[in-house]
Every structure is written in C-alpha cells, then in structure tokens.
C-alpha cells in the first residue's frame, strides 16, 4: 500500500486522509498538537515540526511527503528532501512563507499585482504612505493567516497605532484595492507538466477569514486570464500538488492577492462538487498517478462554520447540505466545519445556500 507522510494534522490533513482510502493510499502524520482533526484519517506522530529525528522516521517508508500548511519550517523540510520526495517543491514554500518574497515573484512572472514596497519601521511606513498611496494595508511578510497580522492605514494618523498593533517583524505595506470580488483558481499538477484546473471560484472573506465560496463563479475570459497566471506560477516553480492563486477583480482584470503551496479552504466545495476532489488530485500528483477531472458537477457553494457548530444539523442534512465536521473545540474565530449545497443552475444553488444561512444563524 502507498504512503504518503503529511506534516499537519489539521482539518486538511483530515480531508486528505479521507481522499487517501478510496484509493488505497496510507497516510501518517506529523503534528505537536494532543487531539488534531486527521487522527481520524490515519497515524499521528506526535512531535514538533521542525523536530529532525520525528521528521526522518515519518518519512520513512513513504512514497511521497507533502503538507497541509504552509508555515512548516523549510529548513526542517531541507533535511529529508535529499532522501525523500517533498511535494510540492521547497521554493514554492519558501515563495509563500515571506510576502516580500511572493509579490516579487508575481513581478517576475508578469502577474499583475496592488502596489507595495516593504516596510521597516514607522519612518518607512510613512515614506510607504506616500510612494504607495493612502489607504494601504500593513502586513506582516510571515506567519499572517485569517486576517491576522494586518492593519489598515486609512489616514498618515494611523501610522503609528499600526506599527504598534502588529508584531515587530519585517512588513510590507501595499495598495488598497476597492475591488468587485474575490476569487480564487485552484489547480493541480503533476511532475510531468500535466495540469488539471478547476472552476473560478468566487470567494467572500469577513474579518479576513473566508465565509462562504461558490463555484463556477466567473465568464470563461476571466477564468482563462486566471488559469493562464496559475499555469505560468506553477511552471515556473516546477511544481507538484495542488496550488490557490487568489485574486482581486478589477473589472475586467485580475490583480494577484496571494498563493498557497497546497490544498485550500475555497476548494473544500470540490468534495462533492467535482469529479475528483482537489485533495484526491494533490495525493494523486503527489504520487504520480494520473490525475482525475476537475469539472464541476453542478453549481456549488460551501459555507465555513466559524466559531460553533450549528445546533439543528438534521435540518441541514434535511435541505441538502454535505455537512463536515472537524471535530474541533469550539472558539471564536475557529474554523470547526463546513457545509456543501448543490444545485443545477446558480439560482438555486444561491436559494439553497440563503435556506442554509438561515439555518446556521437560527442555531
């Protein structure tokens, strides 16, 4: 039997441990944490990330290893990727991980992108302030995730409670976009070039975390520009898996926000709304097996449940929801969960996800 070592255990290792069975795939992982999510989906080993000796003995014995996040340390990684096969590649990692280092890599590829310039300090965020424009958004280049590590500038004011609101890490400062949507194109490849990608899909976040997501979400000229740029980021990083490009629209333009070097939160409607899920096509890219066809299998949205999970499931059950449950300790800002709907044209699938809302909102 194939296997696959996964560093991360959250609820994307859990989604990939459940894609991993149907075809036959081991999975074990590695995580610090007592009770996360994938122990459901296989063995945990239970230790640091960057521990060098659990590291070796979870890749032992593994055709590939992959992860769920992309804050695992590189140099930790570097250590097993002479004796094992790390996938998706560690330059695509480290492009992800500095902000500074991933807009500069959109520059390079010809991916059009907000303004932005890095920042060291009060005095640089001021100079930002002007070379850039007000308003702007002040980000941390590493370890921001939902939101978290950002601070928006509105006025030259509030220089300084951003500075001191943030972390005291490296920053860039970028444009402010007034934009008319977010999306995100969710692609796999696999090590020969061959490349599989899924419908635009269109994407609301509130307080920076992602809410809800529906799929096919965009005219073919835009999703066309946006696979175009996915194609030409994964080319160039030779890369292996699953990969979100997420994107400002600007009308008929896309400006590029951020990618991630793995399985993600806007592709969790592919489960049941596509002909082979996004995380069947990162282990199957991972393993070099052919990988499977990403078509939408109707219209789709996916709500996250943040926070708490919604007392009255029989009744999402009831109208049609996929409900998931990641089996996490409710907390405020929490992703614990997930619900799917599908429908055969966008009206009503758009009927079913307001029916859905309802229903989590009512508890």
């Keep these: ?18 894609a991993a069975r149907p075809l036959g795939v081991e999975c074990v992982f590695l995580d610090p944490s007592e009770s996360p999510p994938a122990a459901s989906a296989g063995t945990v080993v239970r230790s ?97 995730y939902d939101g978290k590590g950002q601070a928006i500038v509105r006025h030259e004011d509030d220089i300084p409670a951003a500075v001191a609101g943030l972390p005291r890490r490296p920053l860039i400062a970028e444009q402010w976009i007034d934009f008319d949507r977010e999306v995100s194109a969710i692609a796999a490849r696999a090590a020969d070039g061959q490349t599989a990608v899924y419908p635009l899909t269109q994407n609301v976040h509130e307080n920076g975390i992602l809410r809800t997501s529906i799929a096919p979400a965009a005219p073919d000229s835009l999703a066309a520009l946006a696979n175009e740029y996915v194609a030409r980021l994964m080319t160039h990083l030779d890369y292996v898996g699953v990969l979100a490009l997420e994107f400002f629209v600007v009308g008929d333009s896309l400006l590029a926000n951020e990618f991630a070097p793995r399985v993600h939160n806007s592709g969790h409607w592919t489960i049941e709304g596509a002909a082979t899920s996004q995380f069947e096509n990162h282990l199957r890219a991972v393993l070099d097996l052919p990988l499977g066809d990403t078509a939408a299998v109707a219209h789709v949205g996916m709500v996250n449940l943040i926070g708490s999970m919604p007392a009255r499931r029989s009744e999402i059950l009831d109208a049609g929801g996929y409900l998931h449950d990641y089996g996490k300790a409710p907390r405020p800002g929490r992703k614990l969960g997930h619900v799917t709907v599908l429908g055969a044209d966008a009206d009503e699938r758009d009927r079913r996800l307001g029916a859905l809302a309802k229903l989590i909102s009512s508890g």
Excluded at 4 to 15: D, K, P
Excluded at 65 to 72: A, C, I, L, P, S
Excluded at 93 to 114: H, N, S, T, V, W
């Design 1 to 18: 039997m194939p296997r696959v070592a996964i560093i991360g255990a959250g609820q994307l290792g859990q989604m990939l441990g459940d």
């Design 48 to 144: 640091a990330f960057d521990d060098a000796a659990a590291l070796s003995r979870l890749a032992a014995g593994t055709q590939a290893v992959t992860y769920e996040f992309e804050n695992v340390p590189v140099d930790a990684l570097t250590g097993i990727a002479a004796h094992s096969c790390v996938r998706p590649p560690l330059g695509a990692l480290r492009a992800a991980q500095d902000r500074a280092r991933e807009k500069a890599l959109f520059e390079e590829l010809g991916i059009p992108l907000p303004r932005w310039r890095t920042v060291d300090g009060e005095d640089e965020l001021y100079a930002a302030a002007r070379d850039v424009g007000l308003p702007l958004v002040v980000k941390t280049r590493r370890f921001g």
